[in-house]
């Protein structure tokens, strides 16, 4: 572990390309056997995160735009002007 709080491990990829994740790390990060995780790549990175925890900061994320989708579309249908499609 770094004064950062930076821990690197080296691991070995498989055959089939797999990768294990060490205990010590399984436990801190509390990753149970079956747990989903993303995977992000940037550049020539990987980032592992556990899915549960991406929707938990993402949960409300797009909010704002529910509600001037919302907004936009009851702009739309109640707009007096559209009535006289009801009358033909």
Known sequence: MTEKGLQMVSVTVSEKGQVVIPIDIRRKLDIKEGEKLLLAVKG???LME??????KLMEGEFD?????????AAALWEN???????RV
């Open 80 to 86: 007096p002007e559209d009535e006289i499609w009801d």
């Open 64 to 72: 704002h735009m529910v509600r001037l989708s919302e907004k936009a």
């Open 44 to 46: 020539n990175k990987v």
């Open 50 to 55: 556990k899915s549960a925890d991406l929707a």
